[in-house]
């Protein structure tokens, strides 16, 4: 069983940052990709970015290219989202996510375990 524990989110004004960190209970963290997703209400949950197992291979979404960056740590079973110059359209729900494959992937379907969710909110 693997937990993704995700604190970090929050309320930012435009232009400002936030950086949210997910922690893996899981002994095989290092092992796969994982990935950030976002989801407002009534739309389907959104692909952000994604960084494979050794961390050298990351993916982001073209709303975000630029802005955002997604780090990881496998010595201490944790990964980041650093976000930078952010705009209101970037208000949603953001989840952290593991693959079931050690290399990058934007699709939902392939990440079995997510985490909780945090609201992070961007005022104009």
């Known amino acids: 069983q693997v937990q993704l524990v995700e604190p970090g989110g929050g309320l930012v004004q435009a232009g400002g940052s936030l950086r949210l960190s997910c922690t893996a209970r899981a002994r095989t963290f290092s092992t796969y990709a994982m990935g950030w997703f976002r989801q407002t209400p009534g739309k389907e949950r959104e692909f952000v970015a994604t960084?494979?197992?050794?961390?050298?291979?990351?993916e982001y979404a073209d709303s975000v290219k630029g802005r955002f960056t997604i780090s990881r740590d496998n010595a201490k079973s944790t990964f980041h989202l650093q976000m930078n110059s952010l705009k209101p359209e970037d208000t949603a729900v953001y989840y952290c996510?593991?693959?079931?494959?050690?290399?990058?992937?934007?699709?939902?379907?392939?990440?079995?375990?997510w985490g909780q969710g945090t609201q992070v909110t961007v005022s104009s």
């Open positions: 960084i494979d197992w050794s961390g050298r291979v990351t």
């Open positions: 996510a593991q693959a079931r494959r050690s290399l990058v992937t934007t699709t939902p379907d392939r990440y079995d375990y």
